[in-house]
């Protein structure tokens, strides 16, 4: 075979005017368009923005709709996970519960077409979730048409020292999330993939050990270049400006962030933007008055995609000090504007920042971690040449590595193995990232 691959990329969430997930799912699947031959499969709520977006149905895209069966049991995962963006776990697990039906659907509508071999490759790209299985691995396997899964991304342990921010989170169901492991679904999908595409170490490490050799490590996250054009450019002599961006909850860290802060604040040395709406949003203002750095804190709620990258633009460090990321999208946001990222050094965003491009707190108790942010806050702001180094190493790492474009081209390595035109499995970051937690910490 030569030429692109024909590939059925399955993104059930792929949404251009969404975030997270969906924006992913669309990001991805839009971008491997110029690796291959693409018609994408996806939910029917994603038809109108799909249209709008000026993909023609039936050509470049199918929607497939699972209403019917997938809307009763949402309800029910709402009224479970109590609102709010909370139960996460919980969601996961309705999802699971409905999933399979919509790839019952796609196969019903591709399957022929598989069996014929019109498609190189099926591929699914979300859910990111490696709880869901996916039926159509193993029919695809038997019509010899290589199934890619992944990335998959997700179920990061929580922190013991953090059990009440669970707890706050309504996570129940991560206490005994492992059990997933053992169902039937997922073997069935690990077995039959063709190539598994692991978004995080973490995800990589839960892959049973006969599936490693099959296994490649890809973080699902990425930018695009036209929507993050802008180049911080922070007041070199003005006081030392902080980023936060995300959810305010307990597990996203921004009061651990301002306490931390703190003494720069109050003495006038540095400056805080809080991105971002949540159930926090009223006690942190009102911790903010009780320090006495109101001035020095702008609160900004929630603002569009385009309004927080003026944000990002403005500052001069993005810091989020979370402790349980998956992916760490923000993070990239941030590098690609030559942002360079305080972090803490667990998870997702440990495995984007490097040593040149940003600097990481070991992973502790509150206590700890409102010390080491403070330590580093001090060293930093008197330190503003090293804050514009890491600041263009983190732009030319994005663009590296973590564009849609540059995302594509890895994903196109792994079509080429799966269909056999290369014969060594694809090493997509060759470079050394295995740390343990302090390698390269703030000192």
Known sequence: MTGKPKVLVIAEAANPDWVSVPLIGWSLSQALR????????????????????GLIEGRE???IDSEAFARPLWAVGETLRGGGGKGWTTLQLINALIYPQFERLIWRRFGADIRAGRYDIVHRVTPLSPTISSPLAAKCARAGVPFVLGPLNGGVPWPREFDAARRQEKEWLSYIRSAYKALPGRKRSL?????????????ASEMPAAMQGKTIYL???AIDPARFSKCAAPEQDAPLRGVFVGRMVPYKGPDMLLDAAAPLLQAGRMRLDLVGDGPMLPDLRARADALGVAGAVTFHGWLPHGAVQ??????????????????????LEAMALGLPALIVDYAGPAELVTPDTGWTVP?????????????????????????????HAARDRVAQH????????????VYDWVLGRRDDKPNLFAEKWEHTAGDHAAE
């Open 34 to 53: 110029e690796v291959a031959e693409v018609h994408l499969v996806t939910q029917v709520r994603n038809r109108d923005a799909i249209l709008d977006a």
């Open 191 to 203: 077995a039959h993939a063709a190539a598994i595409l692991a978004g995080s170490r973490h995800t």
């Open 402 to 413: 973590f564009t849609w474009p540059r995302k594509a081209a890895q994903i196109s390595e």
């Open 61 to 63: 895209f199918t929607a």
């Open 310 to 331: 003026d944000v990002l633009a403005a500052g001069a460090l993005l810091t989020f000090p979370s402790i349980r990321e998956f992916g760490g999208g923000v993070v």
């Open 363 to 391: 992973l502790g108790d509150r206590g700890a971690i409102v010390a080491g942010l403070r330590a580093a806050l001090d060293r930093l702001d008197r330190d503003r040449p090293a804050l514009a180094e890491a600041g």
């Open 219 to 221: 973080p699902e996250n």
